[in-house]
């Protein structure tokens, strides 16, 4: 088996502290690792605060189910995210409420849907793409959600929530995380010009070693 008993109770423990903590409601969001060309996912129509062990799903890079539950429809996100950072062994992603309301701002920049409010939104998200609305599970989303990962690891999807990929799983819920704080931030400060981070700071936060 390509997933063990650790790797399983760890995407449930997590699960459950996103669930419990209101940062993705209902039977919403999706969580998953990647071992070689597997990747083991949340299934369909589940809350992240509800998930067992045993009935993960685990699907080929290829989408071929393999095990347990069937996938979330969202896998195919999930899979253009891996196809396009093969070094990121993890994705998560969340229908939080700030960020869902962000994502239906208009006149979002494409390339940075967040400014840069703090040093951690700079070192866990870097460039939060924007990718144009399309149904959940739709080929339509997938391609766009491929084209805005050719050069970010952190998309937030019109209407719909954000989406982080990372080398473990806990860096994907981290940024997923920021995400949302950065959100509400910028939600609460809305008309006030607040001060962001510089070029200059934001440059030196990138050239951080990881």
Known sequence: MTFNDADRAHMVQLGAALYDRGLTPGRTGNLSVR?????????????LGRLEPSRLSVVSIGGDHISGDPSSKEVVLHRALYIAHPECMAVAHLHSTSA?????????????????????Y???VGRLRVVDYAMPG????????????????????????????????????????????????????????????TSEDVSELRERPS
């Open 35 to 47: 071992n070689g060309d597997q990747i083991m996912i949340t299934p369909t129509n589940v809350s």
């Open 100 to 120: 869902v309301a962000v994502s239906c701002l208009p006149d979002l920049p494409d390339e940075d849907a967040l400014p840069p409010i703090t040093p951690y």
């Open 122 to 124: 700079v070192m866990r």
């Open 138 to 197: 739709s080929a339509a989303l997938t391609v766009g959600v491929a084209h805005a990962a050719a050069d970010s690891r952190a998309l937030l999807l019109r209407n719909h929530g954000s989406l982080a990929a990372a080398p473990t799983l806990e860096g994907a819920v981290d940024a997923v995380e920021e995400i949302e704080e950065s959100a509400r931030l910028h939600l609460l400060l809305d008309g006030r010009s607040p001060r962001c981070l």
